[in-house]
């Protein structure tokens, strides 16, 4: 089976994504994490203001078949929360690099973005 992986990402090998556009990163799950998981149910976000680390967990999934944390692909503020996913979780299935979206974070380091995996390398992770 075949994942969407946008070209304009990085990847964390747990397998969240970030799109960064100037100081601010977009966070989510890709697709292959969220086929993983199957339907998802529920979803616990930071609030805004919340200081993120790199590599550490920042939020829970919850699906029919998981429960599974969501780490940090960089370090930073939580500027906004995607709200819709209190009520609509099922965007990350959706959606999960475009409505689905989690985050977006005020990026303290920006040479952890250096350090994430490009395109192709999360591609052959999950092939």
Same mark, same amino acid.
């Given at each position: 089976?075949?994942?969407?992986?946008?070209?304009?990402?990085?990847?964390?090998? /747990?397998?969240?994504?970030?799109? +960064?556009? $100037?100081?601010?990163?977009? !966070?989510?799950?890709?697709?292959?994490?969220?086929? *993983? @998981?199957?339907?998802?149910?529920?979803?616990?976000?930071?609030?805004?203001?919340?200081?993120?680390?790199?590599?550490?967990?920042?939020?829970?999934?919850?699906?029919?078949?998981?429960? /599974?944390?969501?780490?940090?692909? +960089?370090? $930073?503020?939580?500027?906004? !929360?995607?709200?819709?996913?209190?009520?609509?979780? *099922? @965007?990350?299935?959706?959606?999960?690099?475009?409505?689905?979206?989690?985050?977006?974070?005020?990026?303290?380091?920006?040479?952890?973005?250096?350090?994430?995996?490009?395109?192709?390398?999360?591609?052959?992770?999950?092939?």
């Amino acid at each position: 089976m075949s994942f969407d992986v946008p070209d304009d990402l990085r990847y964390l090998e /747990s397998h969240e994504w970030v799109r +960064v556009a $100037g100081d601010t990163a977009e !966070v989510g799950i890709t697709a292959f994490a969220q086929d *993983e @998981l199957g339907d998802v149910v529920f979803v616990e976000l930071p609030e805004e203001g919340a200081e993120l680390t790199a590599g550490e967990d920042f939020g829970v999934v919850e699906s029919i078949k998981a429960v /599974s944390d969501v780490y940090a692909p +960089v370090s $930073g503020t939580v500027t906004a !929360v995607n709200d819709r996913l209190r009520d609509e979780p *099922e @965007l990350l299935n959706e959606d999960p690099f475009g409505d689905g979206w989690m985050l977006k974070v005020a990026v303290t380091e920006e040479s952890e973005i250096d350090d994430l995996l490009s395109p192709d390398a999360y591609r052959g992770q999950i092939e």
